[in-house]
């Protein structure tokens, strides 16, 4: 049950897209804004009317903000302290939105096949997407929650300038804070994929938008915890406890985390800027990811005290500056591509091997080349380690129904008796 409706790509003006989205530290592929709904219409004559009220009031106000709000919201000029209450609000909105909403589902009732929910896309081909089921409601406010947060990170993640006079930087509470935004994202997206998706059948989940298949879900979650891993990286940097160990653990999981984004992303028909633009990003953090596992494993390669041990380090230090060379060219078609963006002040992890990865790799390639013949270089990069990943999404699980379900269809069965009374 359910039925969709698709709007072409060309048929209308409710998708807007910014020609830029100013600096970008995180990457949040637009908004998806949710259109008006009547569920007067739908469920007037089923449910009491102070409940089709509720949930029209909660509606109607994320209507109302994410109309206003989600055009610019990715914007990053704006200042911090709006663009924080703003997401704020519009996060609550959402929060106090889905009990209420998700009491259409109670006891498999057939109300949640009642009212028609309607959805602006960002990487969709169609510009819009409408569904009878409210399961689409409820995965569309996941996902739009788990981009909220991602937009308060990329905020956190933007150096501002500093007191001491120096190059603009991003403090370590921001950086810590910004972990746990991560992972409160990955949780809602992990919760979509797996108690939201499972609620349509296969031919429904064929016909859901490209910004809710469940690769692009898979792969905003993994990228949440790639870049959750990247500040932990940055931080361990920062450290003089972390050993090389550490730093080539983690430099390894992102690795990972970013190939199985890109994974996940591979065959899905992304469109409309948004979307384009959200695979050269994933492609951008990969390469940038591999710079920095190449480079540390080269570290520790040196460590060794032979003539092969020497060579794979080379190898993987040479690699390094390769994986480094195209990630800068990767930044710059990220960011030419529309809608255009910024590449903000390098801070943390990219910071400290844009500095180190060219001059470890040319010192160690001649020492090593001195030392040996060239023939004992090898000229492929070893194999990676591989680590397990460590960092897991946050758990989300649906809230209960709220409770005014329960006294509403009470009152309205208690009144109900007492007029078949009279």
Excluded at 81 to 104: I, N, R
Aim: neutral net charge.
């Amino acid at each position: 049950m359910g039925c969709f409706a698709s709007r072409p790509k060309d048929s209308g003006g409710n998708r807007r897209k910014p020609t830029s989205i100013g600096d970008v530290s995180v990457y949040v592929p637009g908004l998806r804004i949710p259109k008006p709904v009547e569920f007067s219409q739908s469920l007037g004559d089923q449910l009491p009317k102070t409940l089709v009220e509720r949930l029209t009031a909660l509606r109607t106000r994320i209507v109302v903000m994410a109309n206003q709000e989600g055009p610019t919201i990715t914007r990053t000029r704006r200042k911090t302290q709006h663009g924080g209450s703003t997401l704020a609000d519009l996060h609550q909105a959402l929060e106090d939105y889905l009990p209420v909403l998700l009491g259409l589902t109670k006891d498999g009732s057939q109300l949640q096949f009642k009212v028609q929910f309607n959805w602006i896309n960002q990487e969709d081909e169609e510009e819009e997407t409408a569904m009878s089921n409210v399961w689409y409601e409820v995965l569309s406010v996941l996902h739009l929650i788990a981009m909220l947060q991602m937009s308060q990170a990329n905020l956190l993640l933007l150096p501002r300038g500093s007191t001491d006079g120096y190059h603009p930087k991003v403090s370590e509470e921001n950086r810590r804070a910004s972990i746990d935004i991560f992972l409160k994202a990955a949780g809602y997206l992990d919760c979509a994929v797996k108690h939201v998706l499972p609620q349509f059948s296969a031919e429904q989940r064929r016909s859901l938008p490209v910004d809710l298949a469940e690769g692009a879900l898979r792969a905003l979650c993994l990228q949440a915890l790639g870049q959750g891993v990247d500040i932990q990286l940055g931080i361990a940097i920062d450290s003089s406890k972390a050993t090389l160990a550490v730093k080539r653990r983690l430099s390894c999981e992102m690795v990972k985390y970013w190939q199985q984004a890109q994974d996940n992303l591979m065959n899905l028909p992304l469109a409309n800027g948004w979307g384009e633009k959200h695979m050269l990003f994933v492609k951008w953090k990969y390469v940038e990811a591999k710079a920095a596992a190449y480079y540390y494993h080269g570290l520790i390669l040196d460590e060794g005290n032979t003539e092969k041990s020497h060579g794979m380090a080379v190898a993987a230090l040479q690699a390094a500056d390769e994986c480094f060379k195209e990630s800068k060219k990767a930044s710059e078609a990220f960011n030419a591509s529309s809608p255009t963006s910024r590449t903000p002040p390098l801070f943390g992890t990219m910071k400290y091997l844009s500095e180190k990865i060219p001059k470890e790799t040319s010192s160690k390639v001649r020492i090593n080349r001195d030392l040996y013949s060239y023939e004992k270089i090898m000229e492929t990069a070893p194999t990676l380690p591989d680590f397990a990943l460590a960092l897991k999404p946050d758990e989300y699980q649906l809230p209960s129904v709220d409770a005014s379900w329960s006294e509403d269809r009470t009152k309205n069965s208690s009144n109900h008796i007492t007029g078949n009374q009279r």
